[in-house]
């Protein structure tokens, strides 16, 4: 057996050596050669694509397009004031004295006050696992709200599929969900949301990626990437000068000029900003940002119409409010006062570019009779007047259901519709 391995071994050896005379193996010591001397060149937007680093709330702040989006929504959002209102039959009454509203709309009784708690929740909302507040009640009577940061935030739940159940720990305390208002989106548990960070991970990466090559491009005075060709072998010396020099250039602005000598050339390994047309694809990707979001471009970047100003608030605006409130109303408000009591953003502010429009439709509805002045007070969220009778279309006649009287005011007379009716039957008898 030793003899048998010794002669493997042995025509091994053989067949390399052999191999090496005629060139068959000599690709590893090429290779390493070719590396060697290869000038170390590279292609910044290449390797900054490629590259798989995570995108966090920090860098993805510094995308202009997504900070302006977030904070003009969350701006918006949390300069509406929240109120509180009571059904009462077919009334609707605003609730004034309610300390609930005060906590939600002035001093929260944490270092926040209302609009910097609601701000951190929308933006916790959209760049994290979601917006906490924590409800400190005292004998089951609302005294303060206080944000937490979703980073002091974990879980603990169950893993039944159907009867969900959960707790939330905040610094190894543990406390039960309905202790905290919850502001999510697309949540499939009910207290843990998805980010526009998580959701949208390769977008957003993409464009760091290129504000990185192009902050490269501004450190380097735009001088391109590239390497020498030589048209004859340079010693050790040669090329540690070249390397110096280039070095230099791109370091800084002082030295601007590099010597080549006859037999150099310089080839280029990267494209300019022009030539990656890194402006128009920053306006894409603005574009792409807005999308995500749901806000028009022209909102964020100016000249926005009236219509946009209606899209941003039906598709944008109006979803988080109901969201909010749903939230707001799920863990404020007691379970008996949940039938009775709601709380609502008040949008006039927001709507008020509409309101010609709105008070116009209503004219026509009113002069119509389709609607009457109580029923349109009702849909503004005003007191309504307790106006009992209906406009028939004579502008001068009033027509009262309950009795059945007809009033004219112009000759001071009353008529019972019912009575005009019987006359009627025994006549025709």
Known sequence: KRKVCNLIFLGYKLIIRGGEKVGLFNWKKEKREKVDNEPDVSSDILRMLLSDEEVSRRTALNIPALSACINMIADTVSSLKIKLYKKDGD??????????????????????????????LIMDMFLSKGGYVYINRVNNEVKSLHYVEPEKISFMYNTDPIFKDYKILVNGASYEGWQFIKILRNTQNGYCGQSIIAETPELLGIILSTQKFEKNLVQTGGNKKGFIQSAIRLSAEA???????????YSNNTENVVVLNDGLSFKEASNSSVELQLNENKETNNRDIC?????????????????????FYEVCIYPILARFVTAINSVLLQEDEKNVMFFAFDDTDLTKTDIEKRFAAYKVALDSGFMQLDEVRKKERLPEFGLDFIKLGLQDVLYYPESGQVYTPNTDKYTNINDTKKGDETNAD
């Open 291 to 311: 999308k995500i979001f749901l806000v028009p471009p022209s909102i964020i970047n100016g000249g926005a119409t009236e219509e946009d100003k209606k899209r």
């Open 91 to 120: 009334k609707v009454e605003e609730i004034v004295d309610d300390i609930r509203t005060t906590l939600l709309n002035d001093d929260t009784g944490d270092t926040l006050d209302a609009s910097q708690m609601k701000k951190a």
């Open 239 to 249: 090329m540690e000068a070249l390397k110096r020099a280039f070095r230099n250039l």
